[in-house]
């Protein structure tokens, strides 16, 4: 028997035409592919990254499609798309419910989680010798070191923790955050800083032979033993290396969507959706649709693999 395996060129303009067309299945009246319309005026009143928190196929669109998810787990990588998502208390957090999207238990040397922060709010401290990066993807929260400044954390700005760091970290109305923890991997070097920026300061990088653009939102310097990229796509672009390497990633598509590749296994992504990579799985990226396509990434450096 022979078999027909599509190629990659043909996989891309099947995508790009399933995601700028309308599919003749969908039904209008409240069918599983229907979505709301939304005037110019809402449309305006969203917060950028908007869909991270209000996906398109978030549960309510799903009642007709009982079982189905798009949520993936293997070996060497996961794709956890928002309708997967399990809401539950966060240990020694204050009236705030987070969703624990990678961990150890896949294999991950670092944990990451949405943590949603309801009204009057506080956020517990990481245990000793661990260090934390928070990004805001809805709301506001307030930050407070040591020496009592303070600072907001609002959408697209961020904030990086040292291991054992005093703070306070509370919100009074509500807030949406992706947070990182994991255990600083010590070396001769001074220890790293606090920092908190947003992602508008950060300069765009050179990216020779690629098309992307790309900001870092921690210091290149060997005190910080991660990095975090916010890397941009604009519909048609993709990665031009098929990467295989010994970092691991935690990924949140912030914007846009398009398709990942992960070891052998093609993956339709949007805005929302979370991916684990593991050491050396082979890796792969083009945005697709009309807009501009971004994500927040989790990468370790700075440190001998040994």
Known sequence: MTHFLPSLPSILFLLTVFSTTTVNLCFADGGF?????????????????????????????LRDLPG?????YKTDH?????????FSPIPEWTNALGAYLITPAMGSHFVMYLAKMKENSRAGRPPSGVERFLFAVQGSASLTNASG?????MVDSYAYLPPNYDHELECVESATLIVFERRYA???DRLPEQIVGSTDEQALLETPGEVFELRKLLPQTLQYDFNIHIMDFQPGEFLNVKEVHYNQHGL??????GIYRLAD??????????IWMAPFVPQWYAALGKTRSRYLLYKDVNRNPL
């Open 68 to 72: 189905f998810t798009r949520s993936v």
């Open 265 to 274: 296994s093609w993956y339709p992504v949007q805005a929302g959706d979370a």
């Open 33 to 61: 592919c229907s979505v709301p319309s939304v005037t110019e005026t809402e449309e305006e009143q969203k917060h950028l990254y908007w869909k991270v928190t209000n996906p398109t196929l978030s549960p309510d669109h």
């Open 149 to 153: 400044a303070i600072q907001n954390l």
């Open 186 to 188: 010590s070396t001769m």
């Open 252 to 257: 949140l598509l912030l914007e846009g969507q």
């Open 78 to 86: 996961a794709l956890i798309t928002p309708e997967s998502h399990v």
